[in-house]
């Protein structure tokens, strides 16, 4: 049997700012004795939609949004950082 949280993001990011940052306060806000509590967050999947052309930077390696959505699966990287280089609007997906 899996273990896994789901959570989500729908606003405006900042730039330069690690998301996974903001997406553990928002799970600790909500649970305060969230798993969280004891080590850092680490994205197993997670999907965007921003506005076509967006650039992310997921573990340092920037990423250009050709189509607007982008979208990884179960496992395939640890995802240890999510930055964005301008202040778009987006709808964010993830599990942990």
Do not use: C, H, R, W
């Not at 600790?28 to 997670?46: Q, R, T, V, Y």
């Not at 992310?56 to 995802?79: R, S, V």
């Amino acid at each position: 049997m899996s273990q896994a949280y789901l959570g989500s993001f729908n606003g405006t990011v900042t730039p330069n700012v690690n998301m996974l940052d903001i997406f553990k306060e928002k799970e600790i806000e909500d649970n305060p004795n969230s798993i969280l509590n004891f080590g850092k967050l680490i994205l197993k999947k997670f999907g965007i939609s921003a506005p076509a052309g967006t650039v992310i930077k997921i573990n340092g390696k920037e990423i250009p949004l050709y189509t607007g959505t982008f979208e990884l699966g179960m496992n395939q990287i640890d995802i240890s950082s999510l930055e964005f280089s301008d202040a778009v609007d987006v709808k964010i997906y993830y599990m942990y």
